[in-house]
């Protein structure tokens, strides 16, 4: 199928007209704009990322797991290490993506100072094309008058042919001859700005031919460009997963190394206070206890003698009963 172009079909019938030539300017004036849009996207991008990097990286600074010991304790920290490594990708990633958006930027500014020359040669171009097709249209409209007033000089001599006078006659031929050399020069002067206006034409087409071919690569630079910024844009992202991965697979593989029954062991070496536990506490009753209450000698101390014993009762002496015997009476003989 045969490839269609600008210059090939951004034409007008009317000489004075650039609507086609508007057309293709309208189109690249969108494109950049697209690509001002398409930048814009990237810095606001690039600014997501850095705010979550810098929330990230806060985050992975944060307290998390302080009191843990042993292989959980280390599995955390690789962790919280690997936290603080995927918010540096991703500052990185942000600053990779206001690179990109620097580089359209500058391909932006580049096509618009190339284009401009192309727009003031073809705007001049345009000015005097249509000054002169102004000038042409006049000098017709002159020639044209011209010849109508050289037709009428003509009739009017020929009507007055054999009716006037000599002097007459001689001023009707005088006028007659004035009128035809008038409607000579406007026709000189008319076929000059029609050459004129042809050859201006003809530096036109040329022109119109070249601008097209120049507009056309610029729009083939900007969507190849536009498509390529895109595509490594979605590389970058897609390439951060993979980075964040392998950065969260080290923290996987620490985790892997956590082992349970070590942790355990780890802290009771560490922190053990015995292996005997206490023994039961046994009912005591308390009058049992003071009578079963075993003497104690206290330590002689030199030039002391010992404390007295305490004095002895007999076997049924209800002082000393308990309430559960027999003969136990509160009365006191």
């Given at each position: 199928?045969?490839?269609?172009?600008?210059?090939?079909?951004?034409?007008?019938?009317?000489?004075?007209?650039?609507v086609g030539y508007d057309s293709i300017i309208q189109h690249l004036n969108d494109g950049k704009?697209?690509?001002?849009?398409?930048?814009?996207?990237?810095?606001?991008?690039?600014?997501?990322?850095?705010?979550?990097?810098?929330?990230?990286?806060?985050?992975s600074k944060k307290v998390c797991g302080s009191s843990e010991m042993n292989t959980l304790k280390r599995s955390l920290d690789v962790f919280k290490l690997q936290t603080e490594n995927v918010s540096l990708s991703h500052m990185h990633l942000a600053q990779t993506m206001r690179e990109e958006a620097?580089?359209?930027?500058?391909f932006k500014e580049k096509q618009k100072e190339a284009r401009k020359k192309v727009e003031q040669q073809m705007d001049a171009?345009?000015?005097?094309?249509?000054?002169?097709?102004?000038?042409?249209?006049?000098?017709?409209?002159?020639?044209?008058?011209?010849?109508r007033d050289k037709e009428e000089a003509e009739q009017n001599m020929n009507r007055n042919a054999t009716t006037?006078?000599?002097?007459?006659?001689?001023?009707?031929y005088a006028k007659t001859q004035q009128a035809k050399q008038t409607a000579e020069e406007a026709d000189r002067l008319y076929s000059q700005n029609v050459s004129l206006l042809g050859k201006m034409r003809?530096?036109?087409l040329n022109e119109h031919v070249k601008a097209c071919e120049f507009l056309e690569?610029?729009?083939?630079?900007?969507?190849?460009n536009l498509r390529n910024v895109v595509w490594t844009h979605i590389n970058h992202l897609s390439q951060q997963c993979v980075t964040s991965d392998e950065l969260y697979e080290e923290a996987r593989k620490s985790l892997e190394q956590c082992n349970i029954q070590e942790d355990i062991e780890h802290f009771i070496n560490l922190r053990r206070t015995g292996d005997k536990p206490p023994a039961p506490v046994l009912y005591?009753?308390?009058?049992n206890n003071h009578r079963s209450a075993p003497t104690r000698s206290l330590p002689t101390t030199s030039g002391r003698r010992a404390a007295a014993p305490p004095p002895s009762t007999a076997e049924n002496d209800p002082l000393y009963s308990t309430v559960a015997e027999p003969g136990y009476s509160l009365i006191r003989y």
């Open positions: 199928m045969r490839e269609l172009h600008f210059k090939d079909h951004f034409w007008n019938t009317d000489v004075t007209s650039t704009r697209t690509c001002k849009e398409i930048e814009d996207f990237l810095k606001a991008r690039a600014a997501i990322e850095e705010k979550y990097a810098k929330e990230l990286l806060a985050l620097k580089k359209l930027e500058d171009l345009h000015k005097q094309k249509a000054a002169q097709y102004k000038k042409t249209a006049e000098a017709k409209k002159t020639y044209e008058q011209k010849c006037s006078s000599s002097k007459q006659q001689e001023k009707l003809e530096e036109w690569k610029q729009e083939v630079e900007r969507i190849n005591e009753n308390f009058y």
